[in-house]
């Protein structure tokens, strides 16, 4: 599928629902009696949150699904599944943004501390550069399954932290830069899309992202 196609697909799910702040947030609205969370199960694992993070009018209402897709601001990692925010819209800070996950059963096959080493490398380019915030880039190949792409990942391997980014195009298509990390958490694989804007907040946001997904699974 196309840079183009994956966006368009991404911007019409968003038309149709128009770290530790997740973590605080969260408590706080648990110990509030009046506000109602609801269940969803995937496989056997159910995630308990409150309805407003849902992108979507049944995880909204909870249930059992394939897949659970929900929208989050950062930093503080508040609900925001009815946002009307563009994906990569953000200040110098990294404020003001979105950031979307989709909750999926475990890969058997392989785990996403994993796709580093043994999908992506043959895929990549034999050039490697160091970015400022402490990150290896590679860019993967012409004619690869990721072309147009570029991969960031945390030394050595990229467990700790791996996204795939659509590279700058020129002259612009006009289409957001977004990348797509993946992570595992209490048996679910979790894919966080999110604006390059924040690739520079990459700790804090893989950090965040997991706080989240961890008070989503909690019993």
Known sequence: MS????YLVYAFGAALVAGSGALGWYITQRANQNRTLVASTIGDVTLVYAP???RFG???SGGRFESLEIAATFPDFRPAGDSAIPLAEADGSG???LVFFTFA????KMAPADMVGLLYARFLEPGVEETEEG???RAFQDGSPYQGEDLYFAPPEGRAFAARCARPTTPSDGLPETCLSVFREGGLD???RFGR???PRWERLAAGARALAQTMLAR
């Open 3 to 6: 840079r183009r196609a994956r």
């Open 52 to 54: 407003a993070y849902a």
């Open 58 to 60: 049944g995880g909204q």
């Open 197 to 199: 804007p924040l690739l």
């Open 135 to 137: 990150l290896i880039k």
């Open 105 to 108: 059963r475990a890969d058997k």
């Open 95 to 97: 404020k003001n943004a």
């Open 190 to 192: 979790i894919s966080m």
